[in-house]
């Protein structure tokens, strides 16, 4: 007997800590998207040079070059409750203190380049130890899905929608208050985090003395690069990250000479993006429990390719427009439910870790693409970075089936649920594995 809409249950509410994480997430996204905003506008009061207003924006994701594997490896050694609590504070402070220099008429722009790569660091520790805390504080993999669903939706609509244009609001009224605004954000979300309930600290290990920090990253590292199903989601999310970057690094010139959109109309193709994820952020849990994951990876990159595709053929600004969104739309929905899958496949004592080096690996292809893209426009055509990049996206969607098909994330998701979570030193099973080619 099929059960109605309405005879069904109400999905179990996600409980009280994960309620503070999910608070403290949206007043730090908030934050950080007021700061997307303020940096540059500050940057530009203190410099017309554009390299050096251009290195504003470029530090704030330096550190996860330089530090993302070594903090995924401290993450693991510490409580992370405190981590997360440490990082508001830390930011909070050198916000507090680039406020003070900012209505003292002290501000410098190496000073907001030290504090925009600070921050950055501040954002690593907080992100790799929110993204570990999140399988603690919530239990099973359809609330795991819908706990990543509103991160991401928080995260969205803070980094995306709100913030950017309060953060331009703020700084029109006063050059200070966006940065008094985002330390505040940081306040509250530490208040938050340190009323969370529990013990969010690995189980002390059996070692006599504590490994070198090199042996834990490479520990992490290791284990993803031999797990089948994460290490194909980290190849092909640096395909995705590619394709992105190209797309976007090109997307104003598209605007410009094949749209034929103004400074406006370019703000709203941007933002059409962002709706797009908003939305799909909040519709993923649905999604998952309709389509398995391995069925809804592949259908995702090879929608998300053919609107690239299409985005570089259109002329029609309406069109773009609606191809950018389903863009933001598959991208929100892959990084919720594939962002669940990879919090539940890495055992607990090294999740920061692996979790780290999946964001590395899936990061590397980001520097290339810009690069690439701007390469092929020249050569070729404008269209090309988007009908090849699109076209690339769906052939390793295909390709990646083998390994990321539902039979291998199914058994995968089982090996990792018969694991003991106290192992010493936690390997992928075999029995999923293939050999690296």
Known sequence: MKVTSKEKAPQPPLGSNFNKVWVAMIASSLGDGIQLAALPLLAIQLTSDPLLIGTVGAVATLPWLVLGLQAGALVDRWDRKKVMLRADIVRFTILALLTTAVLTDHASIYLLIVAGFALGCGDIFFDISAQAVLPVVVSGDQALIRANGRVSAAQINGEQLAGPPLGGVLFSLSHSLPFLGNAFSFMISAFFVGSLKGDFANAPTAEPTRRSLRAEVAEGLRWLLKHRVLRALAATAAVGNLVFTAKMALLVLLAKDQLGLGEIGY???????????????????????????????????????????????????????????????????????????????????????VLSASRLISLMGAPFGAVLGGYLAGAISLRAPFIMGGLLMVLVALVSLPALSNRSIQEATEEASATPSDQDSPTPATSNQGASK
Do not use: D
């Open 267 to 353: 703000g709203l193709l941007l933002s059409s993006t962002a709706v797009g994820a908003f939305v799909g952020s909040f519709v993923s849990s649905s999604i998952s429990k309709k389509i398995k994951v391995g069925s809804m990876r592949c259908l995702g990159m090879v929608v998300e390719g053919l609107a690239v595709v299409g985005l570089g053929l259109t002329g029609n600004p309406w069109v773009a427009g609606g191809m950018m969104a389903i863009i933001g739309f598959s991208m929100s929905v892959n990084i919720v439910i594939v962002g669940a899958l990879r919090q539940s496949l890495a055992p607990a004592e090294i999740r920061g870790r």
